[in-house]
């Protein structure tokens, strides 16, 4: 097993109160039972590939959180209203994709109370996954921390669509909180492997929950 795909224990243990599946969420906070599956998209909105994946969710009736670098969003704010309007969550990633580990605890909370001007969400996740102790402690007074527990790694130039789809069938379970991303970057492979990954969620009985 990766530890990228479904990261660790010793990884969930170094963001404390972050959530990375959903039967670790207290009652009433998020949807359960069943075989419910969370799907999440970071690091857009982008003309080039969020339009598509809101198209795509409308055709199978799914809601998603999207997870917006906030200067994405001021560029193209129109794209940020229409995830709204067609009924998705935006969860805040930071208003310059910045890792918590390369800066201070003070630039890091500055930076995403800039995004929260924009963005007006409880849902935060910390790019690349990683943020301090400290950086964790205080943004959970004021946040959600949403990690993962199934990351598709879309974004790797090294993989394929059939490997992106092979990971979502390998590491899906109930309560996977799991991640793609509407980026250019990860378009190449994106582009297949999400109705392929979604086909085969449907196809296991999955059923798409919301954050």
């Known amino acids: 097993m990766s530890w990228i795909e479904r990261p660790p224990l010793f990884f969930r243990m170094l963001v404390p109160g972050g959530i990375f599946r959903v039967r670790n969420i207290s009652p009433g906070t998020m949807q359960s039972g069943g075989k419910s599956i969370y799907l999440t998209f970071d690091d857009g909105p982008v003309p080039e590939v969020t339009p598509w994946v809101l198209d795509l969710l409308d055709r199978y009736g799914i809601k998603a959180t999207f997870f917006m670098v906030a ?3 001021r560029r193209y704010p129109h794209l940020l209203e229409e995830v709204r309007r067609r009924g998705h969550r935006i969860g805040n990633h930071t208003f310059h994709h910045m890792q918590g580990a390369k800066v201070t605890t003070r630039t890091y909370l500055r930076d995403v109370a800039e995004a929260d001007r924009l963005l007006h969400t409880d849902l935060f996740r910390p790019p690349h996954g990683w943020l ?3 950086q964790a402690r205080a943004l959970r007074s004021r946040y959600r921390i949403v ?3 199934l990351v598709t ?3 790797s130039r090294r993989l394929d669509s059939e490997a992106v789809v092979r990971n979502v069938r390998r590491y899906a379970r109930p309560g996977a909180i799991v991640v793609f991303h509407d980026s250019i ?3 190449p492979r994106l582009e297949e492997a999400l109705p392929r990954a979604i086909q085969w969620l449907t196809e296991q009985g999955y059923v798409f929950a919301t954050l």
């Open 147 to 149: 990690m993962y527990d």
């Open 71 to 73: 200067d994405n969003a």
């Open 185 to 187: 970057k990860a378009w």
């Open 132 to 134: 301090r102790p400290r």
């Open 153 to 155: 790694r879309d974004y």
